[in-house]
């Protein structure tokens, strides 16, 4: 921890160290860093008053493509500069860079509308006016290859070399004959504020996972936003490439993103533990497990917001294809895991590596206030293979990114909570996903319909 928190002894940490420049970064609506070297004196003004940032960044999307339908901004309105606020309490060790800081920042006056950081900071502002303080820990499955960015472009991104062969999960092998990259991730997340509760292979060529420590929601976001951008710059820095793709094969299984989510009252007391309950659930966590699994529908393309995302949610692949829940079961999309009361929790396993955290952690956490409020019961927990069993329809979730962009725009509950402004903006900007896609002729097309069609 940098042991700063406000704008005074942010400025006293740079006078301190002497430095010239401070780095600064801001996630966009994909939950990517864009962010840029700031002067001392440019860095001690943005303190006092913020700063700007050309809102083109909350206009294109990954690949740096402008969406074209949007209304918030685009060549109709000359992309002008959006307000940014820093982030005092943010402050970081740069891992690789000697003495230098980094600070968060997120969109402020008319963008913070849009904003993902923003949007989550709705949902736990709704959340206390609940009388609840909700906290949360991410943990993530990821691929690491023997390749560059430049050598997996040149490989078209085919017959691309894993880290490690085959499966190995929880290999002890793995992490002693190579520990020189586990233990750089470690140090990573200690230098960086995002300690890193464990790391392991999982079954496949290359993977690992990780679970970051649970931390207040908020925090919580920025550190697993962190630790994906922080992860790819470890893993470049030794010859490798970390994806956090959904799905990045049809041979493998995808990668997850699991939320955990628990409340505390306001007295710093476990909300959803009940000892003298079935399963230790208190009544206001069965009523946000309701509510997660009855808005998880409407919800879904905050939480796979990739068309990637859906290649994922298919049976047999531990991804859920329904809105689920059981005791201990990951074959369910929520996963009740009883515990004493500091470690009663639900997991939200329906999202994926490639979620934007401080979007899945919004849906999911304002899914289950609703639930609260509304105080509504789920069905019966799964027992065994959630795959296999018979569902009522109301449990399916949407099959693709266009689908899951048309129920989140028709949601009453997302509109009220997150605004009309976000709502429409985010789900144009699925849609954009989706048409993009329609335009790319495919190596399956190629092989199915070339010569015979």
């Known amino acids: 921890m940098s042991g700063v928190f406000s704008l005074e002894q942010a400025r006293k940490m740079v006078e301190e160290r002497g430095l010239s420049h401070v780095k600064v970064g801001i996630f966009d609506i994909d939950g990517i860093m864009r962010g840029k070297y700031m002067s001392r004196a440019k860095f001690f003004s943005a303190l006092e008053g913020g700063f700007n940032f050309c809102d083109v960044v909350l206009g294109w999307d990954s690949n740096d493509q402008l969406y074209d339908n949007v209304t918030y901004t685009g060549w109709h309105t000359g992309y002008p500069d959006a307000t940014v606020r820093l982030l005092p309490e943010t402050c970081r060790d740069l891992m690789y860079e000697e003495g230098g800081l980094f600070f968060l920042a997120e969109f402020s006056g008319n963008s913070e509308k849009l904003c993902p950081r923003g949007t989550l900071k709705r949902a736990i502002e709704y959340c206390r006016s609940l009388g609840f303080e909700p906290f949360s820990a991410v943990e993530y499955e990821f691929f690491v290859f023997s390749e560059t960015p430049k050598s997996a472009q040149e490989k078209g991104y085919r017959n691309l070399e894993p880290w490690t062969p085959g499966n190995f999960g929880y290999s002890a092998l793995r992490n ?31 993977v690992l996972e990780v679970a970051i420590g649970v931390d207040g929601t908020l925090s919580a976001a920025d550190k697993a936003a962190l630790f994906k951008t922080f992860a790819k710059v470890a893993a470049q820095r030794n010859g490798l490439m970390a994806t956090f793709m959904a799905k990045w094969s049809n041979q493998c299984a995808g990668q997850s993103g699991h939320i955990h989510l628990s409340l505390q009252d306001k007295h710093g007391k476990s909300v959803f533990y009940d000892e003298s309950a079935p399963h230790r659930m208190s009544d206001q966590m069965r009523h946000f497990t309701a509510g997660c699994q009855a808005y998880m529908p409407q919800m879904l393309a905050m939480v796979a917001s990739t068309v990637n995302s859906y290649s994922r949610l298919v049976p047999g692949y531990w991804a859920p294809t329904n809105a689920t829940w059981g005791v201990e079961n990951r074959t369910c ?49 799964i027992v065994g293979n959630a795959y296999t069993q018979k569902l009522p329809d109301h449990l399916e979730l949407p099959h693709t990114l266009w689908d899951a962009a048309q129920t989140l725009k028709a949601s009453k509950r997302a509109r009220g909570l997150f605004g009309d402004a976000f709502v429409d903006h985010f789900a144009a900007t699925r849609e954009w996903e989706e048409r993009e896609l329609r335009k790319t002729i495919t190596d399956w097309e190629l092989r199915r319909y070339f010569e015979i069609i």
Do not use: C
């Open 333 to 381: 999309a929520l996963r009740v895991i009883p515990g004493s009361a500091k470690s009663q929790r639900l997991e939200y396993r329906v999202a994926g590596a490639d979620a934007n955290p401080y979007l899945a952690l919004a849906a999911a956490l304002a899914s289950g206030l609703w639930g609260i409020e509304e105080k509504l019961e789920p069905t019966d927990p």
């Open 176 to 206: 002693s004959v190579q520990p020189e990259f586990y233990q750089e991730l470690l140090r990573l997340g200690e230098v960086m504020d995002f300690p890193i509760e464990g790391l392991h292979n999982e079954t496949g060529p290359g």
